[in-house]
């Protein structure tokens, strides 16, 4: 069997049920030893089912990179491969490996382990069964029966997991399902049986990215040898909370939100999870730990009873730790240094060490001890503020109580700026840590302090969450449900409990996992399944009920799978799991209506109670500015451009997006020249969002008035200029909407908004998306304008012109003091644009920490003068001496207009130099350059800037930093290098 579900509480649970049997003696404490054998890397062999197609595997893996790699099947995401490569989803494979015993796996108990099954497999060792598996998302294992493993010279051990069509037991256990549960597809291409199958969903297709239902073992696995009478660490739950819980608000809440002091002291607790092997006799172990080289805690003790099955006791350790945001203010004692996130302090992650010893042998560093647990933990006091706001003119009591929604860390509000991550590739073997470590590094440079994890994705591997640790990305983290209404039968129910028991505890010692939400969108599924009341007179209005259904019994039929699934489920698992962390009921949602988090208030409805469940109506108001977060789109680029008073003031924003094209370095290598224009057939199979597609070019059209249709009937613009342009468009969008939700945080009136995440961060493949990074990690042009929105201060007058309003925006944890700000309005038609029209000035005193202030209002008509589409304003703000300077620009009018009276900009790179593997170089403009957007031609890095402007008088410093580490070539980025603005994007 896969496993049992411990019940909450629960201190000792029964893993596998295999028997084996035993000697009469346990081994000394002396001779306690732990081996584990990777099964790792190139030696497995994979088959499709009638045994025609074979080849070399490796692991992790999965079936596709392992035909790509013997050349058996072309780069799947080239072309229509898509389509064409369908048959690998539909056929059953299996993997094979031949392995030797050690002696110690002869003379000890093993314990085979996956940590990722993808997904419906059976396992065999020697022919003999070990078990099914049917999760992906699960860590699975099996101990292995005494006198299966084969001895002796030549003799070897075959392992085989033999996996079936996911997407075929999708479809069997549909139609066995005896409620039918109508499909979210996300796109036209989409696999069904998406529901009934607990492995990524985006895998089935999704409305930004292709298809492809993996097989394989797709995560490390290995072979874990102990001898009897010895134990294993199995797992450790960290924990994080104040000595004295935060007393919750009853009252009004002052805005903006206080700083508060941060903690001088953390409880840490620690319940270290010991796997007993299966033994003849009693024996007893010791639990101890270190922090930072210290011992914390005592050791605890933990008795292992005689027994021929494999059991996991819980024991727990819980301290005091001392901690402060500067140690060295502190006296007495020795604290640590606090965690904190992107923008708003260190990231110090100290040891913690975990070692299982032999009863009486508390040294850790005896022989008598087990293999340690280790890992790098940030001490930080983290919490989700849902505190009452009082009633105004945009949150009124027709939408029930209005609430904050934002993170406090340490004391510190955090403005969450940041997106959403989806995986980097349907095919995650393709990621390698570097790869990763670019896509995270990336996010830090753009100002991110928070990614959502998608709950349509994975719980990503190991190094992905360390890497957030390192870089400070706070996570609010999905379960892995998207979309849909799922099954709610026992077997489905035990094994999402068992998944997200696994998922839970091992992602629990990291510092940057901040806030669970039990799936993503639950709205678009309820909707699939059930429709409004309307239809049902019978029923009361407001609430829900079955599409198709007249019975007044069977319209709570999905919502009562909900209900058991979601809340009954996946959320007393989590809660029971770790209760050191917040959950909300989904994204987005209006959070909880009862303490005990049975009752979601998805609606502004009250629930009702039926059949003895609690049960609320499904998101009635998924822009609910009074309380939760919100997703919010616009296909309209005129409300993204000129966000002011047209986005709705939520309290916290968790996906916002728009589409945009690939750059065409990504897409050259999957499509043929011939196909690369915008109404080419490959073009049209690579837009899976639908109405997205239209509206791309109506984005382009409306800010630079030109858009390419078909080959040979552009007029004047290049299929590589319309990419550009297409990302500047989605670029100038993003802006005007981070710049004007950073804004709205500065008043309850306003919004009280203190969260913006961009959907996406990264495509998973060449193609249409919401990416703000190109599969591969490349920048596009719109994730420099995110950097610039999400600097830690920026001045903006962002939904102002040509009113005249320009603010401060800081999220700085410092005071901003004697801030000179300036506004110089800027023609580009030549000669006139080597000095600035107009300008205009401003002193201000003071910016409290994290604070939005009015620095200056510009006079009424202030522009009138102006050419009516050839003038931009470039905003400054220096404060504190220089130590904080910021500069934006901003326009108005159609930029189409703009390029008829631009002239050539003459610019030009100079001063080169090499400084950490990077060149540098200086920038130089005669005339007003818009839109410089840099590229090095056959080069694979990032410019330090792009989508920038240059002014004559302002010479731009940039640096380009070549992929992978590469060192830097002065020549070779010289004779590649190329400059391209709006002057030359747009025929003139």
């Not at 004692?333 to 042998?361: D, F, I, K």
């Amino acid at each position: 069997e896969e496993g049992t579900m411990a019940s909450t509480g629960t201190v000792a649970r029964r893993l596998v049920w295999v028997a084996v049997s035993m000697g009469a003696a346990a081994v000394s404490a002396s001779s306690w030893t732990e081996d584990a054998f990777d099964l790792g890397g190139d030696g497995w062999t994979v088959a499709s089912s009638n045994g025609t197609v074979v080849a070399q595997a490796v692991v992790p893996g999965v079936v596709h990179t392992d035909l790509l790699r013997a050349g058996l099947i072309p780069e799947p995401y080239a072309d229509f491969n898509e389509l064409a490569l369908r048959w690998v989803a539909l056929d059953n494979w299996t993997y094979t490996r031949n392995f030797t015993s050690s002696p110690q796996m002869l003379n000890g108990i093993n314990t085979l382990q996956f940590d990722g099954l993808d997904t419906v497999a059976t396992v065999t060792l020697n022919d003999v069964f070990l078990g099914n598996a049917s999760n992906s998302f699960a860590r699975w294992e099996a101990l292995i029966p005494h006198g299966t493993l084969r001895s002796g010279p030549g003799h070897t051990n075959t392992l085989s997991v033999s996996f079936k069509c996911a997407q075929c037991v999708g479809q069997t256990e549909a139609a066995a399902f005896p409620i039918p549960i109508r499909e979210f597809r996300a796109n036209r291409y989409s696999y069904s049986g998406r529901p009934f199958v607990r492995k990524s969903q985006t895998h089935f297709g999704w409305n930004w990215g292709p298809g492809y239902i993996t097989q394989g073992i797709y995560r490390p696995a290995r072979i874990i040898t102990v001898v009897e009478g010895t134990a294993k660490i199995d797992g450790v739950l960290v924990q994080q909370r104040a000595p004295a819980p935060t007393p919750a608000h009853t009252s009004n809440t002052s805005w903006p939100p206080p700083w508060l002091s941060p903690p001088d002291l953390l409880m840490l607790s620690l319940t270290v999870d010991v796997q007993c092997p299966p033994s003849g006799n009693d024996f007893n172990v010791t639990v101890a730990a270190m922090l930072a080289g210290s011992a914390i805690g005592s050791a605890q003790a933990v008795r292992c009873v005689a027994s021929s099955k494999s059991m996991i006791i819980s024991s727990k350790i819980t301290v005091a730790i001392a901690v402060a945001a500067d140690p060295g203010q502190m006296t007495g004692g020795r604290p640590l240094s606090l965690w904190y996130p992107n923008g708003y302090g260190e990231q110090p992650l100290h040891n913690l060490t975990v070692t299982l010893c032999a009863a009486g042998n508390s040294s850790l560093a005896n022989s008598a001890c087990s293999a340690p647990w280790t890992a790098a933990v940030g001490l930080r006091l983290a919490e989700l503020v849902q505190d009452p706001l009082p009633y105004t003119a945009v949150v009124n009591s027709s939408l029930g109580p209005s609430r904050t929604f934002y993170f406090r860390v340490n004391g510190a509000p955090v403005f969450s700026k940041g997106a959403n991550s989806i995986p980097n590739d349907q095919f995650e073997s393709r990621v390698t840590p570097a790869l990763l470590w670019d896509y995270l590094t990336s996010a830090k440079a753009a100002h991110m302090t928070m990614f959502r994890m998608w709950g349509g994705g994975l719980y990503e591997r190991d190094e992905f969450y360390e890497y957030c640790d390192q870089l400070g990305i706070l996570l609010y983290h999905d379960c892995q449900f998207s979309d849909q209404v799922y099954p709610w039968h026992t077997p489905y129910l035990q094994a999402v409990a068992l998944e997200t028991t696994y998922q839970t505890r091992r992602l629990s010692k990291h510092a940057s996992l901040v806030l669970w939400s039990l799936t993503n969108e639950l709205l678009p599924g309820a909707v699939t399944n059930l429709a409004p009341y309307e239809n049902y007179p019978q029923m009361r209005p407001g609430q829900w009920a079955p599409s198709g259904g007249s019975e007044v019994a069977g319209s709570f039929v999905y919502i009562l799978g909900v209900q058991k699934l979601f809340f009954d489920t996946l959320g007393t698992v989590l809660r029971g799991v770790d209760d050191s962390r917040p959950i909300i009921p989904t994204s987005p949602s209006n959070g909880w209506l009862s303490e005990d988090m049975l009752i979601p208030d998805m609606c502004i409805h009250q629930p009702t109670v039926y059949s003895g469940y609690p049960v609320a109506p499904p998101i009635c108001d998924s822009s609910n500015p009074a309380r939760g977060d919100a997703h919010f789109y616009t296909s309209d680029p005129s409300v993204a451009f000129n966000a002011s008073g047209m986005l709705p003031p939520v309290k916290f924003c968790s996906e916002n997006g728009a589409e945009s094209y690939p750059s065409l370095g990504p897409l050259s290598g999957v499509t043929s020249a011939p196909d690369r224009y915008i109404n080419s057939t490959q073009m049209q199979f690579r837009e899976r969002a639908g109405s997205w597609g239209p509206a791309q070019i109506d984005w382009v059209q409306y800010h630079f008035g030109w858009a390419p249709i078909a080959a040979g009937s552009t007029p004047g613009l290049g299929f590589e200029a319309f990419l550009i342009l297409s990302q500047l468009a989605t670029g100038l969008g993003l802006r005007g909407m981070a710049e004007q939700w950073r804004l709205q945080k500065e008043s309850v009136d306003s919004g009280a908004t203190m969260g913006h995440l961009i959907w996406q961060l990264q495509d998973n493949w060449p193609g249409q998306s919401f990416g703000l990074l190109n599969w591969g990690g490349e920048w596009k042009q719109q994730m420099h304008f995110v950097r610039r929105a999400n600097a830690p201060m920026i001045v903006t007058a962002a939904g102002e012109l040509p009113v005249g309003g320009v603010h401060i925006v800081s999220d700085l944890p410092v005071e901003l003091t004697s801030c000179n700000v300036t506004a110089a309005a800027w023609e580009v038609d030549g000669g006139q644009g080597r000095l600035p029209t107009k300008q205009w000035s401003a002193l201000v005193p003071r910016v409290p920490r994290g604070g939005v202030v009015e620095a200056l209002r510009l006079p009424t008509g202030a522009f009138h003068d102006l050419s009516p589409h050839g003038w931009f304003l470039r905003l400054r703000a220096t404060c504190n001496g220089g130590a904080y300077v910021n500069e934006n620009d901003h326009f108005v009018g159609n930029f189409s207009m703009m390029r008829r009276v631009l002239v050539p900009p003459q610019c030009a790179a100079s001063q080169w130099g090499v400084a950490n593997h990077s060149c540098t170089f200086t920038l130089k403009c005669i005339e007003p350059a818009v839109f410089v957007v840099p590229s090095a031609q056959g080069l694979s890095g990032v410019f330090s800037d792009s989508a920038f402007v240059v002014l004559p008088a302002e010479p731009k410093y940039m640096s380009f930093v070549p992929a992978g580490g590469h060192p830097c070539g002065i020549s070779e980025l010289k004779s590649r290098l190329t400059l391209d603005s709006l002057h030359t994007l747009l025929p003139g």
